[in-house]
């Protein structure tokens, strides 16, 4: 019942804000609408592929999807501060505290985002372009290279906020740090998993490129809540983190 009611409190707290977040990506989507072709340039240039179109409506809808990506990339801080306001009201994570996984969250999600950007995407087109031949050249159609590009950053972004949600279980009572130190096989299996689905290409070194970084970050989390998050279970016999009532 505790947890029923814990989720009424986080879907009515957000509930409240969903109207005001559609109507401001609506808007900064259709300012960004008009800088779009320089975002597509910028990748393309990145990635240093040539593009092409095979329907009349191709390019248009290009453009809507990278300035839908630059809208929801840019308003990334107050989407994370209403999804934190609402998760930590049922359970009083409030003040400072409430900025702390703001801010935590989304430098990790730049931090992943720049780190797809910058090292795993030009690694994974490099190698999944690298089986074009004399006989087989690539011709990129500009949607299917938005929606691989945009895709690819945003779950990188999104991964990459792991600790955060781990410090936040702890500090809330759902999971223990002794929980996920004791479960880093499966750990290790999921994100093994998580990086095959998620990264360009299939081999072990892009899928590396992606699956270290997140089980250091993992390690991280369990890091952060030994030094941040008491644990009632390593407190001696008899006393409580607690005050008497």
């Known amino acids: 019942m505790s947890k029923y009611n814990n989720l009424i409190i986080f879907l009515s707290e957000l509930r409240k804000s ?11 989507t259709v300012a960004l609408f008009f800088l779009s072709t320089g975002l597509i340039t910028v990748f393309q240039e990145h990635l240093r592929e040539k593009l092409y179109f095979f329907s009349v409506a ?32 049922p359970f009083g994570v409030t003040g400072r505290k409430l ?28 190698f999944l372009l690298s089986y074009q031949s004399e006989n087989m050249k690539a011709v ?26 781990m410090v936040f279980s702890a500090q809330v009572g759902m999971i223990s740090r002794k929980v996920f130190e004791k479960n880093r096989r499966f750990a290790v299996l999921g994100i093994a998993i998580l990086a095959a689905l998620l990264t360009p290409t299939p081999d072990a070194f892009n899928m590396a490129l992606m699956g ?14 030994r030094l941040l998050v008491t644990d009632p279970n390593d407190l001696p016999a008899g006393k409580s983190d607690t005050p008497p009532s």
């Open 58 to 89: 191709g390019p248009f809808l290009a453009h809507v999807k990278v300035a839908f990506f630059g809208a929801l990339y840019t308003l990334m801080p107050l989407f994370m501060y209403v999804l934190w306001k609402a998760l930590g009201k």
């Open 212 to 225: 270290v970084p997140l089980y250091l970050l993992y390690e991280a989390g369990i890091l952060v809540i």
């Open 140 to 165: 990129i159609s500009i949607g299917r290279f938005v929606n691989f590009v945009t895709i690819f950053i945003l779950a990188f972004g999104v991964i990459f906020e792991l600790p955060v949600f």
């Open 18 to 28: 969903v109207r005001l977040l559609g109507i401001t990506l609506m808007i900064l």
């Open 99 to 126: 900025f702390w996984f703001v801010l935590a969250t989304c430098l990790l999600f730049y931090g992943g985002t720049l780190f797809c950007y910058l090292v795993t995407l030009p690694f994974g087109v490099k």
